[in-house]
C-alpha cells in the first residue's frame, strides 16, 4: 500500500464549477500537508500548506485536513480554464529534512 | 531571482549507459532534493542533500547517486540503465531543507532510456 493515496482522474468540469480533489494517507505522523499544482512540461508549483489538521483558504483554493480520517482535500471555487493541470497532493513528518510523500496527481480540464 | 535551473530537459539513452544529471538551485538555497516522477508512480523521492551532505535518502537502488557541490549546486547520476529508469527527473531546492519550508520545483530532464 502506498503512503499517499490519489485518485489520477483525469476530471473534468465546465469553467465556474466547484472542484473537489482528494488524497488518503496511511502514516500518521505526518504533519504538513501541501498541494503543488503542475502545468504539463513543468515542475510543480506550491499551491497550499497546511501544518496539522484545520482549514486554510487562500483566493479561490480551500484546503482541508482532517488528521483523524486521514484524509486531505483541496477545493477551487469558480474553477477557469487557466487551472487545468494536475494537482498533487504532498505530505511529510517533522523531522530534519525534507522528504516529501506525493501522491500521484489527478488531473483536471476546466471546460470554457 | 533565477529559479531551480535542471539541465539538460530531454535525454536519450540506452540500457547500460549511464547518465548524469545537472540542477542548479536558487541562490542561497542550500537543500536540494531529487525526485522521479512516472505516470504510474508519481513522484518518488531520491535523495536530498544540504551542505553538500547527503541527508535523506529513498528507496532506489545504488545505481542512482547524487553529490552537492559547495555552491550547492547538485548532480545526479544513473548508473547501468534500465529501461524502467525513463522518467521525468525534478529537482527542488529550499533554504534550509525544513519540512516546513516551500519545495522550489526545477522544470525536471526527461529521461529516456531504449
Known amino acids: 500500500q502506498k503512503e499517499v493515496e490519489q485518485d489520477p482522474g483525469p476530471l473534468s468540469v465546465p469553467e465556474g464549477a466547484i472542484v473537489s480533489l482528494n488524497c488518503t494517507y496511511s502514516n500518521s505522523a505526518f504533519q504538513y500537508f501541501m498541494w503543488y499544482r503542475q502545468y504539463s512540461r513543468k515542475g510543480p508549483e506550491l499551491l497550499m500548506y497546511t501544518y496539522s489538521s484545520g482549514n486554510k483558504e487562500d483566493g479561490r483554493f480551500t484546503a482541508q485536513v482532517d488528521k483523524s480520517s486521514k484524509y486531505i482535500s483541496l477545493f477551487i471555487r469558480d474553477s477557469q480554464p487557466s487551472d487545468s493541470a494536475t494537482y498533487l497532493c504532498a505530505m511529510s513528518v517533522m523531522v530534519g529534512g525534507n522528504q516529501f510523500y506525493f501522491g500521484t496527481g489527478t488531473s483536471l480540464t476546466v471546460i470554457p | 531571482k533565477a529559479g531551480v535551473t535542471q539541465t539538460p530537459r530531454y535525454l536519450i539513452k540506452t540500457r547500460g549507459q549511464q547518465v548524469t544529471l545537472s540542477c542548479s538551485p536558487i541562490?542561497?538555497?542550500?537543500?536540494v532534493s531529487w525526485y522521479q516522477q512516472t505516470p504510474g508512480q508519481g513522484l518518488q523521492f531520491l535523495f536530498e542533500y544540504f551542505s553538500e551532505t547527503q541527508r535523506n535518502k529513498g528507496n532506489f537502488p545504488g545505481r542512482f547517486s547524487g553529490r552537492q557541490f559547495s555552491n550547492s549546486r547538485s548532480e545526479m547520476n544513473v548508473s547501468t540503465l534500465e529501461l524502467g529508469d525513463s522518467a521525468l527527473y525534478l529537482c527542488?531546492?529550499?533554504?534550509?531543507?525544513?519540512?516546513?519550508?516551500?519545495?522550489?520545483f526545477g522544470s525536471g530532464t526527461q529521461l529516456s532510456v531504449l
Open positions: 541562490s542561497g538555497h542550500r537543500s
Open positions: 527542488a531546492s529550499s533554504l534550509a531543507g525544513m519540512a516546513n519550508e516551500k519545495l522550489f
